[in-house]
């Protein structure tokens, strides 16, 4: 059975990624891409989904791992009574080469039995390969995929239950390597790659990449560990940002809310680039804005909320009833149904994310600002009406408090832009958006009785995403209402210190059951106690929201604070995104008390 989510790490080579277990075991890969079919599946199911293990004959879970420095070089320890043995994996970024994963099995001390096995299933562990020997390679062909397995000489392979099992004694200062290619099975031959000579330059090219990095607060390891995990879920060729290396991992154990996050949603990925700005990394946020344009060219009445990695508009969405699901959690879906959803908050993110590009530097071309005046256009003309909001639910449309308040942002943002760059646009218009949309929103997603922001017009619920109201200056932190609706997220929507989207019982999502607490919102309540003064607060549960985290570093999208696990696919980009601000919020405080001044509430990014 596959690991709790927590025990898995990540490994990248920016095109697609891998989940490996604390046994070894890589539960889930998809090639070539982030959203390919996978080879390995048993993150949704068991062994017969397809995996590769390479462990200790005789041992379970590991003794230790780590990183390797600031890398996505993954090094995994055990210690067993015979001795100790290292497996080095990692995924060298590829050019243009087939995609790899390479495991470098070192001796550390004594003599250790070693097991590897590895049992391919592409097509998400529906099809079982024909596996052939050729020299030094084991060859898998199904279909339109192939899978090369180099072995080092002398490591010899037999068939065993539908896996090519390797047995072999690994002793101290022996290095035993393993390199899986992928290509198309029509190809006839692999190109070879010297697996030393790979380790070297993909630790080279992390740390090339992360020399880049310019937050020095306290919380550098964790920031810098969530950069390079949000740099890990963009798609080198094209600039888009998928949300999830993951499919399907639960947002409760047993339950339905199972979805593919193996795509490029226009909000996530505009927060990954505000954090990414924010760490000092310009080439990601051309390039994303180079994918935006393209994604999205047309009609802006068909704007999606979410794109494959290339730009495809068409993700449908189809329940795999062949697989068990993750803890029996069904169904296991992949493809997205919100690529025909309304959500209006995604014109915000995006005008803001430009925004923050042309603050950092980055030139405003004149193709980008043709294309931000047309979906100001659209926008201007659609603010009002009802959409599916940001948490996507199936419940129906409705008036969203965070859309208004986001469609707010885009028309703010552009009015900067269009005084800061002196192009052309339609700025009286774009403020007088902007006016309505305050006035509308004080009016309708406000309640008097209470004090507070709602989570939707003629409701009286509560939603975290209200929080917004102040992150992205649309009302000063100083604000009594501002200040009310912070107090009553906190005390109201807390979950065991963490903080639910909204209430499990409120019906709005269309989706039976509960779910756990959502850490973008923790974070996000970390932002707003400390931009209205309760510092110590902040640091408090922005302390209890990184413990969260796993060994090595990562969060996923929500947390069980009842059995203390981690839910929902993993690593989540719009985790790692509120942790990198947060730690930059708390720090600037920090250095503005020390120097005996009031830190200013930046009203220019909602990440």
């Not at 593919?260 to 949603?265: I, T």
Request: proline share 5%; aromatic share 10%.
């Amino acid at each position: 059975m596959p690991g709790r989510i927590e025990d898995y790490a990540l490994l990248g080579d920016l095109r697609t990624a891998a989940l490996v277990g604390r046994d070894g075991s890589v539960d889930w890969l998809c090639l070539p891409r982030f959203d390919s079919p996978s080879c390995f599946a048993a993150l949704l199911g068991d062994e017969r989904q397809g995996r590769w293990q390479i462990a200790p004959a005789a041992a379970g879970p590991c003794t230790d791992r780590a990183y390797r420095g600031d890398t996505l070089i993954l090094e995994t320890t055990w210690e067993t009574p015979d001795g100790a043995v290292r497996v080095i994996d990692f995924m060298p970024q590829r050019g243009d080469h087939s995609p790899r994963l390479v495991r470098l099995v070192e001796g550390l001390r004594g003599s250790v039995e070693m097991r590897s096995d590895l049992r391919l299933r592409f097509n998400y562990g529906r099809i079982a390969p024909w596996v052939r020997r050729t020299g030094h390679h084991r060859i898998a062909v199904a279909g339109p995929d192939s899978a090369w397995l180099r072995l080092a000489p002398g490591v010899h392979t037999y068939g065993h239950d539908g896996a090519t099992r390797s047995e072999f004694t690994v002793r101290a200062g022996d290095r035993v390597p393993f390199v899986l290619t992928w290509q198309p099975s029509h190809q006839p031959n692999t190109h070879r790659v010297d697996p030393d000579r790979a380790l070297r330059e993909t630790t080279e090219g992390w740390q090339r990449w992360t020399a880049g990095c310019r937050y020095e607060g306290a919380w550098r390891d964790a920031v810098l560990r969530s950069l390079i995990t949000l740099k890990a879920l963009a798609y080198r060729p094209t600039g888009g940002i998928v949300a999830a290396a993951s499919a399907s991992l639960p947002e409760r154990i047993g339950g339905e809310r199972n979805w593919d996050y193996r795509f490029c949603w226009l909000r996530d990925s505009s927060m990954t680039l505000s954090a990414l700005l924010r760490g000092g990394f310009r080439e990601e946020a051309a390039a994303w804005r180079q994918w935006l344009v393209r994604a999205i060219a047309g009609d802006p009445r068909d704007l999606q909320s979410v794109y494959g990695v290339a730009g495809e508009r068409r993700l449908p969405e189809v329940a795999a009833d062949w697989l068990p699901g993750y803890e029996n959690s069904v169904p296991v879906r992949f493809g997205n149904a919100a690529v025909d959803q309304l959500q209006l908050d995604v014109y915000g993110e995006v005008v803001d994310t430009l925004y923050l590009a042309l603050r950092a530097g980055i030139p405003m071309e004149r193709h980008v600002w043709v294309l931000l005046r047309i979906l100001m256009s659209f926008l201007e003309t659609h603010w009002q009406e009802p959409d599916e909001g940001l948490w996507e639910g199936r419940g129906g449309r409705r008036h969203w408090v965070h859309s208004k308040v986001m469609s707010w942002v885009a028309a703010d943002r552009a009015v900067r832009m269009a005084r800061a760059t002196g192009l052309p646009a339609p700025v009286d218009r774009w403020e007088a958006m902007r006016d309505a949309v305050h006035a509308d929103v004080c009016a309708h997603g406000y309640d008097p009785g209470r004090g507070v922001f709602v989570q939707h017009y003629g409701s009286q619920e509560l939603d975290a995403a209200t929080l917004f109201v102040a992150k992205t200056g649309f009302l000063p932190p100083d604000d009594p209402r501002v200040i009310r609706t912070v107090d009553a997220v906190r005390d109201e929507l807390d979950h065991g210190g963490f903080v639910r989207r909204y209430a499990d019982d409120a019906g709005i999502d269309g989706l039976p059951g509960s779910e756990g607490t959502f850490l973008a919102c923790s974070f996000w309540l970390a932002d707003a106690l400390a931009a209205t003064g309760r510092t110590d607060a902040a640091r408090e549960l922005f302390g209890r929201v990184l413990a969260s985290a796993n060994d090595v570093g990562l969060l996923s999208e929500e947390w069980d604070p009842a059995a203390r696990r981690q839910l929902g696919n993993t690593p989540q980009a719009f985790t790692h995104v509120a942790l990198v601000n947060t730690a930059f919020l708390l720090t600037e405080a920090a250095e503005a008390a020390e120097a005996g001044t009031t830190a200013a509430t930046e009203a220019a990014g909602p990440a």
